[in-house]
């Protein structure tokens, strides 16, 4: 099991940036790493993963351009950069292990417990 802390959240202007950060407790060199987001009343959504290696990230088209996801495997810490936000990214920020089947049988997700996004006018 791997626990994940998110940091970083808090209230930004409209137009402003903010960079979350994800802590991991144990190594996540093997997972692919995302974020997900969810706005009150709505369901969570993806916003971006990156792999474990190969390939570059994906992008949500709704946050492609502005946010930026990145990983330091040594530091067991994935980040995600986000530019020019709008009152649509106000949510809360969820990061996400996916854990592959050839680690762990069957496969798993490990998730955090969030951090808040406001973006205010």
């Known amino acids: 099991q791997v626990q994940l802390v998110e940091s970083g959240g808090g209230l930004v202007q409209v137009g402003g940036s903010l960079r979350l950060s994800c802590t991991a407790s144990?190594?996540?060199?093997?997972?692919?790493m995302a974020w997900y987001r969810q706005a009150p009343g709505k369901q969570r959504e993806w916003v971006a993963n990156?792999?474990?290696?190969?390939?570059?990230?994906d992008y949500a088209d709704s946050v492609k351009g502005r946010f930026t996801i990145a990983r330091d495997n040594d530091k067991m810490m994935v980040f995600l950069q986000m530019n020019s936000l709008t009152h649509e990214d106000t949510a809360v920020y969820f990061c996400?292990?996916?854990?592959?089947?050839?680690?762990?049988?069957?496969?798993?997700?490990?998730w955090g417990q969030g951090t808040q996004v406001t973006v205010s006018s």
């Open positions: 996400n292990a996916i854990v592959p089947p050839w680690l762990v049988a069957g496969g798993t997700t490990y």
């Open positions: 144990g190594s996540i060199a093997s997972f692919t």
């Open positions: 990156i792999p474990s290696s190969g390939g570059g990230p």
